[in-house]
């Protein structure tokens, strides 16, 4: 069981920026995937970025190119997600997720929240106009 906590949630107005860390503990492994995900109210929990520890192989939505950074502390069991030129449309909950037993997130795997076996509880954003 691999446990993750998410928090670095607020207000901002558009243009602002926010840190969202991650940390996960508990997994026997080296290295693992954590990645990001945000879900407004009645839609649907879509994939923001995703770091592998082991080679720190990033990944990201089109959406957030160029806006959002994922990256590790050197303990490697902290990420964090930060979010520049934030706009209204990035308000929502955001999810940290992690999976142990893998070598990469892989591009075609990184964004599917059935891949990941362990959620942190969320942290709300929102962003004003």
């Known amino acids: 069981q691999v446990q993750v906590v998410e928090s670095g949630g607020g207000s901002v107005q558009a243009g602002g920026s926010l840190r969202l860390p991650c940390e996960a503990s508990g997994y026997t492994g080296s290295s693992i995937c954590l990645g990001w995900f945000r879900q407004a109210p009645g839609k649907e929990r879509e994939g923001v970025a995703a770091i592998y520890t082991g080679g720190r192989s990033t990944y990201y939505a089109d959406s957030v190119k160029g806006r959002f950074t994922i990256s590790q502390d050197n303990a490697k069991n902290t990420v964090y997600l930060q979010m520049n030129s934030l706009k209204p449309e990035d308000t929502a909950m955001y999810y940290c997720?992690?999976?142990?037993?893998?070598?990469?997130?892989?591009?075609?795997?990184?964004?599917?929240?059935?891949?990941?076996?362990?959620w942190g509880q969320g942290t709300q954003v929102t962003v004003s106009s």
């Open positions: 997720a992690a999976e142990s037993d893998v070598y990469d997130c892989y591009s075609g795997s990184w964004h599917m929240t059935v891949w990941y076996n362990n």
